[in-house]
Structures are given as C-alpha cells and as structure tokens.
C-alpha cells in the first residue's frame, strides 16, 4: 500500500516510520520546552526576595544595606511616630504574616511588638518559621553594649561620656524605659550598628541558607558605610570648639559615649510626659549658664515646649531625629549625616 505525500507515493512502513520520527522529535521538543519552563520556575521561586519587617526605620534600612534586592523590607512605625508612645494597628499585624524575619529593638522599647510577632507566625493553624531578632537583647546578652553606668540625665549636671568599654550595663544605667533598665538607643551609634547588621546577615542566612554568600558581602558593604559614617561624626564633633548639647529626650547616651558629647540637660526627662514647670524653669538656666546657642526638638514629638524653652533661654531649636525616615533624611545613613550636621550647627 502507498500513500500520496505532498504529491509523492511513499510506501505504507515509511509513512509510518515517518510520523513516528516526527512524533519523537516534538515529543522530545515539548518535554524539552517543559524543562525549561520548569527550570525557570524554580529559579524564579529561589529568587524571590526575602519578607522583613522592623518596628522602626533603622532596623528595617540596616536590612535593606544587608539584602538589598534580596530582601523587601516593611517598617511598622510610619514616620513621625515615636516607639515610646506607638500603639500598634490592625494593619502592623498583616504586615507580619508572611514576613521570614522580624526585627525589633528589644530592651523593654517595643515590646508592644510582641504579640504582632507571634501573631505572624501562624497562619491558618500553621507555624510558619520566623527569625524574631531583638537586636539590643542580644547585644546585651552577647556583651556588646558600652558601659553607660552612671550617667543619669539631670538637669544643670554636666558629664562627660567617654569611648567606653563594651559590657552589660546592667540594670543600673537607664531608667527611662520605666524602670526597666538598659537604654535601648543603642542604633544611634554606627559601631553597634556594625555589630547588628552581621547579626542581622545571620539571621537571614538561616531562612535563606542558599543566598548566604549574598547576606554575607551585603554584611560587608554596610558595615564600611557605616565605618565611613563613624568617621564623619567623629570628625564633625572634633572640628567643633564645645561639647555641650540639650537634647529633647534622654535617648543620646550612645551617640554621646562613642563621640564625647557632654549632655548638659534633657528637655523630657521622661519621653513622651510632659516635664513640671520647676524641672522647666531649672532647665531654662541651666542652658543660660552653660551659654548654649540651640536645643534640639524631635520630629516625632510636639515641639511645643522646645520652642518655648528656646525663647526664654535665648537659643535656637534645631532637629535632631533618632529614627529618620522622612524625605531629606530617607535611610539610616542619610538621617546621621543630617544629625551630625545638626550637631555641627549647635555646637560652632
């Protein structure tokens, strides 16, 4: 038997040989195809970034100096807010779900986080494995927190904080945190901000063994920006003539341990209460008599009182923001310059 062919007689066994090949051959193309598509999946599932989030700013920056695209980052506190006096929305909760690692300050400042943590974790009476890092819990823990021991902010006390030590500062240091003890401003400082961003690079070597040599020279990076931050406070506060500074609420100690700041006077003495008219009036002179020329006010809180401290002692108010965030001042790095040119301003 024959078959006509594209106008060609080809025997039966041929035809069929024929087909067959052909068939083999798309056969071997789709199973090809599907490989590659298979592939690409998986590539694109492995390469999909890590979920972080950070109950403040600099946390979830030190993140994105780590990961890079790697990582998407989401910060609970919105800027403006203070950590002091946040409370927590239905919206911060949903932000947890699907994160693989959870930042926090710890030390007794954000423990309102607490339950957002462990609410994230599950999900439709499933545990999903999440990194919970308190930073300043472990670099107390791990030793790492310079020896504030001491320095209790009194108005009209002028003390000079020197390069400490780095060890527990126990429960004595800071009672700002409603007598919980250790001051937990520790991100002010870029040397321990060195220390948390290789922590940080850990914790994500732990959901993201694959990527480890990605969180590892993302480690590296930041921590030489943060080495050439240190190096622009140190040379800032060492062109200046004077030391003293009036800051808004007590949470310098580290700034000022690292770069020999003295701390003349508080405006809070406890964040986000309101100070009593005798402490208002001491504090007036106080600023007098150490002939300061600006106090500093936070964007995060009323500046209400700052600027009338300003017009009875005769000075300027200028900002000096912990958290950062907002436009001129978007990453960690770029809020510190702007506070060590803020210091420059105050202390020439």
């Not at 009323?302 to 401290?309: E, F, G, L, Q, W």
Request: net charge negative; charged share 25%.
């Amino acid at each position: 038997m024959f078959f006509v062919f594209f106008g060609k007689k080809v025997a039966k066994k041929d035809f069929e040989a024929y087909i067959l090949s052909s068939l083999d051959a798309n056969m071997k193309t789709v199973t090809s195809l599907l490989f590659i598509l298979f592939l690409f999946a998986a590539s694109f599932v492995q390469a999909a970034p890590v979920r972080v989030v950070a109950t403040i700013e600099p946390l979830a920056d030190w993140a994105r100096m780590v990961g890079g695209d790697d990582v998407t980052v989401e910060t609970l506190l919105a800027p403006g807010h203070s950590p002091h006096t946040y409370d927590p929305t239905p919206g911060d909760m949903r932000k947890t779900v699907e994160a693989s690692v959870f930042l926090k300050v710890g030390l007794h400042l954000d423990d309102w986080a607490d339950h957002i943590a462990n609410a994230g974790a599950s999900r439709d009476g499933v545990t999903t494995p999440c990194q919970l890092l308190s930073l300043g819990d472990w670099l107390k823990a791990s030793a790492l927190l310079p020896d504030l021991s001491g320095i209790e902010p009194k108005s009209g006390v002028v003390t000079r904080i020197g390069h400490a030590g780095a060890h527990d500062d126990g429960d004595e240091a800071h009672h700002h945190e409603e007598g919980h003890g250790t001051d937990p401003h520790f991100w002010l400082d870029p040397i321990l901000a060195q220390r948390c961003v290789d922590e940080i690079a850990r914790a994500l070597c732990v959901v993201a063994p694959e990527r480890a040599d990605c969180w590892k020279a993302g480690a590296a990076r930041a921590r030489g920006e943060l080495a050439v931050l240190d190096d622009v406070l140190s040379s800032t506060v060492a062109s200046c003539s004077r030391r003293e500074i009036a800051c808004f609420h007590d949470g310098y100690k580290y700034l000022a341990a690292r770069y020999g700041l003295i701390r003349v006077a508080v405006i809070e003495e406890y964040a986000g209460k309101a100070p009593g008219e005798r402490y208002l009036i001491e504090l007036v002179r106080d600023i007098k008599r150490s002939k300061l020329t600006a106090i500093f006010a936070e964007p995060q809180m009323s500046s209400r009182i700052a600027n009338v401290i300003a017009q009875e002692a005769g000075v300027r108010v200028l900002i000096l923001d912990p958290l950062g965030g907002t436009p001129g001042r978007e990453t960690y790095l770029k809020n510190m310059r702007a506070n060590a040119a803020a210091i420059r301003d105050a202390l020439k």
